[in-house]
């Protein structure tokens, strides 16, 4: 049996689960405390709670999906925007030591991608992108059925393309990030700047002051002409995203997370299906699947899964963590 455990700044979530995606027990557990230690104690009673409800004296493999920047071979975390105060903070170690099995760290979008691609809605396919489209963008590449992580982990990364040349700051420090126009904080930034006070849409969401890209997407579902010029903007950005990593790539399946998952088929992904085969060759836009993750509230214990099938699967190949 895997543990999975996916730590993110608002949530942990905890799945014991085997290969397959078979799910034994799962449970959550809400914002993780500032000191590293006194969350893992709190994860490690969650943890036991669901070895012991399953009959698991202990797993055979832990994996944890977590924020970057992070150090996967030291098995630690780089003080991640969302979890400013875990800087150099041991997760896999003690982990391990406390549940006396091999745990394997793995940043949350190449974790995610690896779940779509194993039991979501990349199942199947050998080349897939991922792109995790919540507050920020995250992506992750499986190619040729496996993860891919480029030189320094660094690959895959397409909410930083830069898709404005000179364009908007991006939470990175750099301009014209993918993630500073379809990204939600960037998103929200932009509404609440854009958007009148006068209009309907502020309405709905008491004041341009309050406006998310959930108000837009239901305002746009309603007809409201503001909200649909936005969710345009929305996909016209993303469309240039998604064309970058079709042509770097050719994958079989793009699988698009958060955002563009709740705005749904008709306001995001036949728009933004049309727009991609316009500026691609035929032969790419053949076969190629544009689709929304399937995996939902399973998805982050099973990304923990993941994170552990991957650091396993690398070790059994070459003998040594993350050499491959
Ligand atoms: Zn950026």
């Known amino acids: 049996m895997i543990l999975g455990i996916d730590i993110g700044g608002s949530k942990v979530a905890l799945a014991l689960g085997d290969g397959e995606g078979r799910i034994l027990g799962e449970t959550r557990l809400g ?24 009959g698991v004296a202990a797993p055979d493999a832990i994996g944890v999906s977590a924020p970057g920047p992070l150090d996967r071979r030291a098995g630690t975390l780089c003080g991640p925007p969302n979890l400013p105060t875990w800087r150099d903070a041991p997760v896999v170690g003690p982990l391990s030591e406390a549940l006396g099995a091999p745990a394997y760290l793995e940043n949350d979008a190449n974790a995610a991608a690896l779940a779509e691609w194993r039991f ?10 991922y792109l995790t489209m919540s507050t920020g ?13 480029g030189r320094g982990d660094l690959a895959g990364e397409i909410g930083h393309a830069p898709i404005e040349w000179d364009g908007a700051l991006c939470a990175c420090g750099l301009h014209g990030c993918l993630e500073a126009y379809v990204g939600g904080r960037a998103w929200t930034e932009h509404l609440r700047r854009v958007v009148s006070d006068e209009t309907e849409l502020a309405r709905k969401a008491g004041g341009a002051s309050g406006l998310r890209p959930e108000h837009v997407v239901a305002a746009a579902r309603a007809g409201d002409a503001r909200a649909k010029e936005e969710l345009e903007r929305f996909v016209g950005y993303l469309a240039r995203g998604v064309v970058l990593a079709v042509v770097a790539y050719a994958p079989d399946v793009v699988v698009l997370g958060t955002i563009a998952s709740a705005a749904g088929e008709t306001l995001c992904f036949a728009p933004l299906r049309e727009q991609v085969r316009a500026r691609i060759w035929p032969a790419a836009w053949e076969d190629l699947r544009i689709l929304p993750a399937a995996l939902g509230a399973r998805g982050p214990g099973l990304a923990g899964i993941c994170a552990a099938l991957e650091g396993l ?4 190949e070459t003998g040594r963590l993350g050499e491959d």
């Open 31 to 54: 914002p993780p405390d500032p000191s590293p230690a006194r969350a893992l104690a709190d994860i490690l009673i969650e943890a036991r709670g669901l070895l012991s409800g399953a």
């Open 120 to 129: 979501g809605a990349g199942r199947g396919a050998r080349r897939l992108v």
């Open 137 to 149: 963008v995250g992506g992750g590449l499986v190619l040729d059925g496996r993860l891919y992580r």
């Open 313 to 316: 699967r690398g070790e059994r």
